[in-house]
């Protein structure tokens, strides 16, 4: 397990740990010309691609990154919270609170791991079924 000293610490570590499993990932940070609201990651694996947005402890979105990130979700583009909790577990949920997923701590394939738990709540939320419910 890791420890970071702020968010923005943990956001670059597991960016470069995407990036070691070839993963394209292009950090989107608000400012003057950009939108804020928007996750900071947007990332493009060969076996997933879309929006991540780094959170630690117990921060919690606000109202317009919630509501960017449900917009998206509806808009059939993966967008999830990759966080650090307090307790050192990292996990990703999905902004509307379904679910979330345990990611397992690796030394050599981290990022290999957050690319599996992006796959396995894609199948989930975006799942025929939960489809034609309506539910997404």
């Not at 608000?30 to 939108?35: E, H, R």
């Not at 990130?69 to 919270?81: F, Q, S």
């Not at 997923?101 to 939320?125: H, R, T, Y």
Request: proline letters at 4%.
């Amino acid at each position: 397990m890791k420890t970071f000293p702020n968010e923005g610490a943990f956001n670059r570590w597991w960016t470069g740990e995407l990036r070691k499993c070839n993963t394209l990932v292009f950090s989107i940070v608000g400012g003057l010309m950009q939108d804020s609201g928007i996750p900071d990651r947007y990332a493009s694996h060969t076996r997933w691609t879309g929006f991540i947005e780094g959170k630690t402890g117990t921060r919690g979105l606000d109202a317009h990154q919630l509501h960017i990130l449900l917009e998206l979700t509806k808009r059939r583009v993966p967008a999830y919270v990759l966080r650090l909790t307090e307790y050192g577990i990292m996990r990703l949920e999905h902004p509307a609170k379904i679910d979330h997923i345990a990611i397992p701590w690796s030394e050599s394939k981290q990022g290999v791991c957050i690319i599996d738990a992006l796959v396995k709540m894609n199948d989930f939320v975006f799942s025929e079924r939960r489809l034609s419910d309506g539910n997404s």
